[in-house]
Each structure stands twice: as structure tokens, then as C-alpha cells.
């Protein structure tokens, strides 16, 4: 069976813009707006909001995507905390503009058509970032190959290695029919890796890839960038080799093998990413030497994470920075600024996130918070090792507190994948915890079908971001920094990003990593019944104060804009700054 192979033929789409890009951009999810929902959680938030740093910074950069025309889910709950789902289907026809390369790859040994739909992200000053979808929903595709891009992480692992080959081969294919021939491709995750093979039979031209030596491997490395993101063996993506061959075809599998990416007799695509990547790196400075340990054969360094400050304020804050900093937009460092901000406008402003919080609390459950209460949010994906139920470990401690202090709010959100078992289980806990201990003076309530929208609300509105990941299971975690960008401190164990962003009693509290869960439990409810909860009823100009800390101190840097100059200058173009063109000029030395 002969592979089709990937070639640089010019088409009649190519034009300038295509031509321009310097940087493909590969991520199997990416949050692009609100009403398309083709993203599951923290993965595709920090795409798309690199997305929008780079539409806002200028940067001439293409991303590749699949078109997930059912979404990912939405989430139902019962009144038990019952979790079901539905497919969130979408119109691409509506919201996308088509574009007209269609081109064959080969799965199974037969030609699958994939398109492209094409959605523009425009920053500040209008440059666009074009955001290409793929789908293979065309007639002549055999009807399995049409629902390949259906369903984001739907399936069975055959499903999932289809999907990849249409995202790693199909998304080179239309970038080379479109006219693109970027210096850099990053993968974010190892689920994009495939990409590699592509770059690998461009590489070997018209020899076999069974010939394929050593120095085309490395040149394959010098285009190639990857982002790993979890921490733990057992988030990595990996296949028999029984169904590589099969999906792949033998000659593909074997040079993947050859070229080590098969550890343990499974296509590890971490293990692609890594073998034909010339930077690698973690998502915090932590996760950086978690994943150093993971993988002693590469070297892998560490770019923290962040989120799009204009996409994560709360319309009452960005409206405050625009009068003190509107340079913000622009450039985000100038969110360091907001230190000059007296703290009792930005209460005001927060205030403003608060009530449109209860709003939506209210609107949703019928309960009606209180403004002057208390309000603790933990809103993130329902996998166990976040504990999202640590906080009942002791339940009458939690009810005591509540009393003590005259009234806690905790708000809840959080989608488990439909089929982890252990974090519906954990939803329901969290349920079952809220029946009962809800009083007059402790109120909980958990809000269904997580997603951007809610995020935001919930970020802006919430007194204090609570966190509880299981060392060191948070890659880096992202919703915290949205919390920040909004002047609302996190408490959260140790983990991720926190231990970058934490300055105890200035930007939030550290829950501290105990022997066991209770003791974590323990420091979690000490935290809450010495600091947090008396400075916020009695020291509310302290309070404050913390809020205009975490604006200006990890705002200003848990920031796209930040995350993407450190990505330009240490991972796409290193030294960039020396190759500037030289000036024929001579400077004069002032005395
Ligand atoms: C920001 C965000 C996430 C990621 O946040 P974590 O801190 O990693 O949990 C997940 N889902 C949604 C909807 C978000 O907005």
C-alpha cells in the first residue's frame, strides 16, 4: 500500500496571507468563542487565549484545529447530582467561512477526504490569527470516516488515533494546499504529533521512509516545538502497535518505532512529539521538572502559563483599567500598574462581578445569595485528583465555621468526562454534602454545564478561587489566574502555577501539603477559620488590598501576552533579537 505522501504543490489558493505565516499552531481542542464549543476544558481555553495574544501582539501565526460538529457535551444534572449528556452540535455553516482545498490522507489504506473551515481571531489593532477547522463530513468519505470529527475525546482509542491522523497529516496537507509553509509548527499536547510524520515524508522527498537516517529526523527537529501538559504517565496518549499499523499503515509504523517513539510496545505520541522537537516544555517552572523526571532522554524546560486578560476581566474592571491603563490592552504587563489603584475601587468593581454572580445563581437554582456574604467558588473539569469534595471532609467543622463568621457562599461547577466513573461519583458527593449542611447561614450550590461563559462569571464574581489538586497532579491549572486578573485571591495547595503566583497572606493562602488528605483537610479549614474569614468580615480595607495585589502582582504576569513573548523569544525564535537587520549607521557616543 503506498502512503500519500505530503508534498509543497503550489494551488490556486495561495496567496501572500498564507504565504506570511510563520507559525502553525496545532491543538486538538481550541476555545475560539463562547458559541463554538469545540473545547473541553483548560487545554482548549489556553489555546484559544494564545490565540488572542497573538492576534493582539501582531505575530503571524496559523492554527490547526478539528471541526467537532458535536461539540463536547452538555452537562445535565439531577437534583441528586446525577450527571447525563447530550451533544452540543453547532453550525459551522453559520459561524465559519468554508475554504476550498479538500484533500485525501490515508487511513486504513483508503483516501479520507478532509476540509477546511476557516474563523479569523482579530486582535487589538485588527491583525488576524486564521483558525483552521478540519472535516471529513464530505460525501465521498466512507460514513465511519465522516463522523471523524464529531466528537471531541468521544470514542474508543481507534477513534481517538483516527482523529489524530487527521489532525497531525490532514492539517499539513491543507496548510501546503493553502499555500503555507510556516518555520515553526508547535504542538500543543501530544495529540497534534502526527504532524511529524508528515514533516518526516516531506524530509525524505522520494526515498522511502524505511530510509529515513538520523540527520532527516533532526531535520525534522529544527521546525518543531512541543508542549506536554500532564504530569502523570497515564495522561499521555498511546496505541497498540497492532492499531498504529492498522490506521497508519505498516511503513509509517515501523519508522516511528525506528525513531523511537514506541516505549513499551505502544505509539507513545509524547513520544513523537519529543523525538522530533528541538524545544520542549512544561506549562509551569514545577511541571517543567515533573515532566524533566518523566522524560530523562530530552531536555524540557518550562513556560508558565496564562490567560487572555482582555477575554477573563469582568466588564466593570476592564472599564477601570481602560481610564487608569488603557495600554493594557495592548500589552498586558501594564496590569503591574493597577498597584497604583485605590483598593476600595477596585472592591467597587468586583462588587459589580459579585452581583452579577448572584444573578446568575439566582436565575439558574432560584437561590438567592447574599451580597455581603462570604463567597467561596471551585469550578474546574470533575476529575478526582482535584478533590473537589475535600472541603466536606469534616462536615460539621465546614458548618461551624459558617456559623462563627455569620454566613458562607460556596458555588460549585465542573463537567466529568462522560466516562469517569470516579469524578461523577464525585459530583454526586459534592451533592450529597450540599443537602445536608445547606442552612440559613452555610449555603451550597452546584451550577450545571461548566463552560467559558459560566468561567468567567464565576472567576469574576467569586471572594475567593479554591483549588485542592493532589500533588503533583496540576500541570498548572489556569482558572486561578483568571480569579487573579479579577482581584480575587486563591486558596489551593502547592501545586501548578500556585507556587509561582502564591505570596502567603498578599495574593492568597497555600493549603499545605500534609501526610494525608485530613491533614491537607485541616490546613484547608485553619486557613479558613484564622486568615481568610476574619480578615474578610473584620479588615475589609486589607481585604482589599489583597485584591489590588493579585491584579496588579499575577495579573500583570499570568498572562498570554507574557506566556506568547516568552514562547516567540525562547522557543519559536531564539536569539531573534540578534538577527535584527543591522543598520549602516554610526551612533554617536554621548560623553
Ligand atoms: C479556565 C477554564 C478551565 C481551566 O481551569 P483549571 O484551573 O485548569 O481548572 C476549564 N474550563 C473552563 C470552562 C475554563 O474557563
Not at 452540535?89 to 486504513?108: C, D, H, R, V, Y
Not at 508528515?198 to 530510509?211: K, M, N, P, T
Not at 525513531?259 to 507513545?268: A, D, H, I, K
Request: hydrophobic content about 40%; proline content about 5%.
Amino acid at each position: 500500500m503506498a502512503s500519500a505522501k505530503v508534498t509543497n504543490l503550489p494551488t490556486a489558493n495561495q496567496d501572500s496571507f498564507w504565504q506570511d505565516r510563520r507559525v502553525a499552531y496545532f491543538s486538538m481542542e481550541i476555545a475560539v468563542a463562547p458559541e463554538i464549543p469545540t473545547y473541553s476544558g483548560g487545554l482548549g481555553v489556553l489555546a484559544g487565549d494564545t490565540l488572542r495574544s497573538a492576534a493582539d501582539t501582531g505575530l503571524p501565526l496559523v492554527a490547526v484545529t478539528l471541526l467537532h460538529r458535536r461539540g463536547y457535551f452538555r452537562q445535565h444534572l439531577s437534583p441528586d447530582g446525577v450527571q447525563t449528556e447530550q451533544d452540543a452540535p453547532w453550525e459551522p455553516e453559520k459561524l465559519l467561512e468554508p475554504l476550498s482545498p479538500a484533500e485525501a490522507i490515508t487511513i486504513q489504506g483508503r483516501p479520507v477526504m478532509v476540509r477546511a473551515w476557516r474563523k479569523d481571531i482579530v486582535g487589538v489593532d485588527g491583525h488576524v490569527v486564521p483558525v483552521i477547522f478540519l472535516d471529513t463530513d464530505l460525501a465521498p468519505n466512507d460514513p465511519w470516516d465522516r463522523t471523524l470529527t464529531d466528537h471531541l475525546y468521544g470514542g474508543d482509542t481507534f477513534y481517538r488515533l483516527c482523529q489524530e491522523t487527521v489532525l497531525g497529516l490532514g492539517g499539513m496537507r491543507i496548510l501546503n494546499a493553502l499555500g503555507c509553509a510556516p518555520d515553526v509548527y508547535h504542538m500543543n499536547e501530544g495529540h497534534a504529533a502526527l504532524l511529524t510524520l508528515a514533516l518526516l515524508e516531506e524530509q525524505v522527498g522520494d526515498r522511502e521512509l524505511a530510509q529515513a537516517t538520523e540527520e532527516d529526523r533532526e531535520q525534522v527537529c529544527e521546525r518543531c516545538v512541543f508542549t506536554t501538559h500532564t504530569p502523570v504517565p497515564a495522561g499521555h496518549d498511546r496505541f497498540s502497535l497492532d492499531q498504529a499499523q492498522h490506521i497508519l499503515g505498516a511503513e509509517r509504523t515501523s519508522a516511528l518505532q525506528r525513531f523511537g517513539c514506541c516505549p513499551e510496545g505502544m505509539l507513545n505520541m509524547t513520544y513523537v512529539a519529543l523525538r522530533f522537537s528541538r524545544y520542549v516544555n512544561g506549562v509551569a517552572m514545577q511541571h517543567g521538572r515533573v515532566s524533566q523526571e518523566m522524560f530523562p532522554n530530552s531536555t524540557i524546560h518550562a513556560i508558565t502559563n496564562g490567560v487572555h486578560a482582555a477575554t477573563w476581566l469582568q466588564p466593570a474592571m476592564q472599564r477601570l483599567l481602560d481610564e487608569r491603563v488603557p495600554e493594557w490592552r495592548r500589552d498586558n504587563l501594564y496590569l503591574r500598574f493597577a498597584i497604583g489603584i485605590a483598593p476600595e475601587e477596585i472592591h467597587a468593581r468586583h462588587m459589580e462581578g459579585k452581583r452579577k454572580l448572584i444573578a446568575t445563581v439566582a436565575e439558574r437554582t432560584g437561590l438567592k445569595l447574599q451580597e455581603d456574604c462570604f463567597t467561596l467558588c471551585f469550578a474546574r473539569r470533575a476529575a478526582t485528583y482535584k478533590r473537589a469534595d475535600l472541603l466536606f471532609t469534616d462536615r460539621g467543622r465546614l458548618a461551624r465555621i459558617a456559623e462563627e463568621f455569620g454566613g458562607l457562599q460556596i458555588v460549585y461547577a465542573g463537567k466529568a468526562h462522560p466516562h469517569d466513573e470516579a469524578g461523577k461519583a464525585m459530583i454526586r458527593s459534592v451533592f450529597d454534602a450540599a443537602a445536608a449542611l445547606n442552612s440559613s447561614l452555610l449555603r451550597i450550590v452546584y451550577l450545571e454545564n461548566y463552560e467559558w461563559e459560566l468561567g468567567a462569571i464565576l472567576t469574576a464574581g467569586a471572594d475567593l478561587w479554591l483549588n485542592t489538586p493532589r500533588l503533583p497532579y496540576e500541570a498548572s491549572g489556569t482558572s486561578g489566574m483568571k480569579a487573579a486578573m479579577n482581584g480575587v485571591p486563591s486558596l489551593s495547595t502547592l501545586d501548578g502555577w500556585w507556587i509561582e503566583g502564591w505570596i502567603e497572606g498578599a495574593t492568597g493562602w497555600a493549603i499545605t501539603e500534609g501526610e494525608t488528605e485530613a491533614d491537607e483537610a485541616n490546613s484547608l479549614y485553619e486557613k479558613l477559620e484564622r486568615e481568610i474569614l476574619p480578615l474578610y468580615y473584620r479588615d475589609p480595607r486589607r481585604w482589599a488590598e489583597i485584591m489590588r495585589m493579585s491584579l496588579a502582582i499575577n495579573g500583570s504576569f499570568f498572562n498570554t501576552h507574557r506566556m506568547l513573548y516568552q514562547y516567540v523569544t525562547n522557543a519559536y525564535f531564539p536569539g531573534a533579537g540578534r538577527s535584527l537587520p543591522r543598520r549602516e549607521v554610526e551612533l554617536q557616543m554621548s560623553r
